[in-house]
């Protein structure tokens, strides 16, 4: 029987080790960490465009009209009821009312009818919650497809 008496890793093979530990754990935390304020800002523009092919639906089955800014949102959820309530609502448009508010927690902001060309205003103010803004911060807005950038 053959005996060996080396014991233990030699300094090379411990540092190779120490550096594929290492590489995991840079690669695993890249992973999970990410860019918090950029996927914050992509999921609130992905919310976004779903409630627009959402409201663009209403409107195909509504005669072209879309909820008014005290229906809101929720006519995409909901069926509204009383004066001016849909007659040949098909919905629901949307699965969830978790879709209503941007990634910051806060609701977004719906305006219709607006007068002129576009029939309403989707928004939110990004994650500042002001207007303006640059980077996370700066508002996405429906009308304006640049802000639609992540």
């Known amino acids: 029987m053959y005996c060996s008496r080396r014991r233990g890793l030699t300094p090379f093979e411990t540092l190779f080790i120490a550096a594929l530990i290492a590489a995991v ?25 779903t409630l627009i092919a959402a409201l663009e639906a209403y409107a195909i089955d509504n005669g072209g009209v879309f909820p008014t800014t005290d229906q809101g949102l929720q006519a995409l959820l909901v069926k509204p009821e009383g004066p001016g309530a849909p007659v040949r609502w098909q919905g629901p448009y949307v699965e969830d009312a978790e879709l209503f508010s941007d990634a910051w927690g806060a609701p977004l902001q719906y305006v219709s009818p607006i007068p002129g060309i576009i029939s309403y205003h989707l928004w939110s103010s990004g994650a500042d919650r002001a207007q303006g803004g640059q980077g996370a911060d700066a508002d996405i807005k429906s009308w304006d497809r640049p802000s639609m950038v992540p």
């Open 25 to 49: 754990v840079l690669i695993v935390g890249w992973r999970l960490l990410g860019d918090s304020a950029h996927d914050a800002r992509r999921l609130t523009i992905n919310r976004v465009e």
